[in-house]
């Protein structure tokens, strides 16, 4: 079964292997390396959380953006140059968390006087981290894992695309946040049940 998050990050990885092949090449040739494109992209994420923060919203939507992209480009990176490890893997997961953490920290900043959005901000960022850790249980055990609705992608696109446009006088981060909490709600119901079923197997 193809679920709505593989089918988005199977045509987001064919993407951006177009775009790290050539790129790649250059970006190893000077010294670049995945983790110093990982630290980069983590670095322009948390500077687009501080935006947030500060209420401007479509700068730190754009920068925050940015730096997520950047940070989908080291791991194709890493396997163009052959310099896959498990320390790359771990710096990436970790900057993975920490980038989307950052950025529903600043957004809850952005909201602070409001208590439903920051209620609503809190729930999203812990059914946020719920969905990853999930996955990695599951394949630690031997299951799966995947599946669901809200992948990190669809996650990082939604709240910055829905953010961005609230400063052009859309008022849409209030209803993004209820959305988000119950899109990432399913999800991680979906992956728990799955993980439970192939459990069984």
Not at 70 to 98: Q, W
Not at 167 to 195: C, D, K
């Amino acid at each position: 079964m193809v679920t709505c998050e593989s089918v988005l990050d199977i045509h987001a990885r064919k993407g951006i292997a177009r775009i790290v092949a050539p790129l790649g090449i250059r970006l190893a040739r000077i010294g670049i390396t995945p983790s110093l494109v990982t630290v980069v992209g983590l670095a322009i994420t948390i500077a687009g959380a501080v935006f947030l923060s500060l209420g401007w919203l479509a700068w730190g939507a754009i920068v925050g953006g940015f730096g997520a992209l950047l940070d989908a480009v080291d791991g194709p990176l890493a396997r163009l140059t052959g310099t896959e490890s498990k320390r790359g893997a771990l710096l990436d997961t970790v900057a993975d968390r920490v980038g989307e953490i950052a950025l529903w920290l600043g957004l809850g900043f952005y909201v602070a006087g409001d208590r439903q959005r920051v209620i609503l901000c809190l729930s999203a960022l812990a059914t946020a981290m719920l969905i990853p850790y999930i996955r990695s249980k599951a394949e630690g055990w031997g299951a799966e894992g995947r599946g669901g609705i809200m992948g990190r992608a669809e996650r990082i696109i939604f709240m910055l695309l829905f953010v961005g446009l609230e400063e052009f006088g859309l008022s849409l981060i209030l209803p993004m946040l209820w959305i988000m909490v119950v899109l990432n709600s399913i999800t991680v119901a979906i992956r728990a049940v799955r993980t439970w079923s192939q459990l069984a197997e």
